[in-house]
Every structure is written in structure tokens, then in C-alpha cells.
């Protein structure tokens, strides 16, 4: 079975929109910028075996703010420049109830299912609760990009990190066999 590192899109691959202290994602491909480092990290964790997902949650979509052609447009930029297998996106809003949206483990059971992944030697790379909760109820390590946002912090990170770029040398040194 295969490694994989699970990667929140906004706040972790692309800058997302910081206000009042919250992140928000950008509303378009012209907004979207890739954070630094971002594509050596993931070219490292390719060279090593990783298969590289992206799960995102996009409630704006459900919300009726952004559009689902604009994060397709969004995912199809990112894929033309970064090593990613597949992107996942949840496009429920937290009273859909959906398995799918993130803190569930949804998106990771089915991209695990898609790809013959071992959660248990994969990682979840988030900046937010949400992500590592995801990422602790599939069985994967999770790792806490922490930017001081004001909002509920992870529970129990496996560990933190300041950026992919520490995550990806973290999960580099680990190394789960």
C-alpha cells in the first residue's frame, strides 16, 4: 500500500486571506498565490514515494459566494504547476451534515479507497483544527501548520510546523517504514 500526504489546500499550499484574525480562501485563480516553498516541498515528498492529495473544504460554494467553476479553475492552475495527484473538495457547508466535510475523515477514506493508501503511514498537513481532526479520525500522523489564527486549535497534533516546507522536512526525518 502506498504513503500519502494529505494537504489542506488554503493556508497551506496557497496564502489564504487573513481577516480578524481568520483565514479565508481567495475567490479566484488570479487571487490564489502559491505560498514559498511549496512546490520543492512537494517535489521532495515525491521524489520519496508520497502520493501527494490535496482535501479542502469550499462551503463558499454551498454559501453561494464563489462559484464551483472558479475553485475547479483554482485545482486545474495548481495542477499545471505542483506535483499533485488529485484534489479532493468538499463544497457542503457545516449544516449539510456531509461525511465529506472536514473535521470527518470523508475525503480522506475516499482518496485512501482511490489510491490503495495506508492511512496509518500517510500524514494530514492542515492549518486548522479541522484538518487534524480529519486527519486523526482516517488514522493518519497530522501535522499543524500554526499561524496564530484566532480560533480553536488542534486538539493533538502529531506535531507542529510553521510551513510545508518544515512539514514536509518533518515528515522526511520520520519517515514511518
Known sequence: MQRAVFLDRDGVINRAIVRDGLPYPP??????????????????????????LVVTNQPDVARGTTLRAAVDEMHRVLAETLPIDRFYACFHDSADSCTCRKPRPGML?????????DLARSYMVGDRWRDCSAGDAAGCRTIFIDYGYRERQPDNPTFRASSLTDAARIILEEQVP
Open 27 to 52: 475567490a479566484n485563480a488570479a487571487e490564489m498565490e502559491v505560498l514559498p516553498g511549496v512546490s520543492e516541498a512537494l517535489a521532495a515528498l515525491k521524489a520519496r514515494g508520497f502520493t501527494l
Open 109 to 117: 477514506l475516499e482518496a485512501a479507497r482511490d489510491f490503495g493508501i
